[in-house]
């Protein structure tokens, strides 16, 4: 049996993958559980496929915005 590791992206990584945000407001929005994303240490990490997931959901109005969680309609 075979276990698939994604890469983690680095915070810098992960603003430039969406759209350029500035770093410092996706770091403030992991930390408000707005967005995906894993502390380890004092640093932000993030995975690609919960990026594209979450921005889907954003983007399809699927989402929350009370509280970061999405909700079935």
């Not at 915070?11 to 707005?34: D, S, V, Y």
Request: charged content about 25%; hydrophobic content about 40%.
């Amino acid at each position: 049996m075979s276990t698939f590791f994604e890469p983690l992206l680095s915070a810098k990584q992960a603003a430039e993958m969406l759209g350029g945000i500035h770093l410092k407001t996706l770091q403030k929005m992991a930390r408000a559980n707005q967005i995906p994303g894993h502390r380890i240490g004092r640093a932000w990490f993030f995975r690609a496929s919960e990026l594209d997931q979450w921005l889907r959901l954003e983007s399809s109005g699927q989402a929350d915005r009370s509280n970061g969680k999405e909700h079935t309609r």
